[in-house]
Nanobody
Framework: QVQLVESGGGLVQAGGSLRLSCAAS????????MGWFRQAPGKEREFVAS????????SVTNSVRGRFTISRDNAKRTVHLQMDNLKPEDTAIYYC???????????????????WGQGTQVTVSS
């Protein structure tokens, strides 16, 4: 089991930037596929971005492509989500997730992740 702690959320104006971080426990972090999901009020939790353990492959959802970038630092056991040109529709609670089944490609389904953080609120004002 992996403990995940997100940070970096906050209130920002449209067009601004935020960088989310997720700190993970455990010595096998580099073998985990990592993902970011988000959940807006009244909506289901949705996929945002994913990165493989080696960081060789990433995937982002269409609505954030070109604005959000996922990265990881295996030495520090952290994963980041750089969010630029934020829009009001990006407002949500953002969750970090870890998948331990040795996936070699990014995963977009919530079912592929076993461990989740508590989430960090991102609010984008217009």
């Amino acid at each position: 089991q992996v403990q995940l702690v997100e940070s970096g959320g906050g209130l920002v104006q449209a067009g601004g930037s935020l960088r989310l971080s997720c700190a993970a426990s455990g010595s096998t972090f580099s073998s985990y596929v990592m993902g970011w999901f988000r959940q807006a009020p009244g909506k289901e939790r949705e996929f945002v971005a994913s990165i493989t353990g080696s960081a060789r492959s990433t995937s982002v959802t269409n609505s954030v492509r070109g604005r959000f970038t996922i990265s990881r630092d295996n030495a520090k056991r952290t994963v980041h989500l750089q969010m630029d040109n934020l829009k009001p529709e990006d407002t949500a609670i953002y969750y970090c997730a870890a998948g331990s089944r040795g996936w070699l490609v990014p995963r977009i389904s919530r079912n592929d992740y076993e461990d989740w953080g508590q989430g960090t609120q991102v609010t984008v004002s217009s």
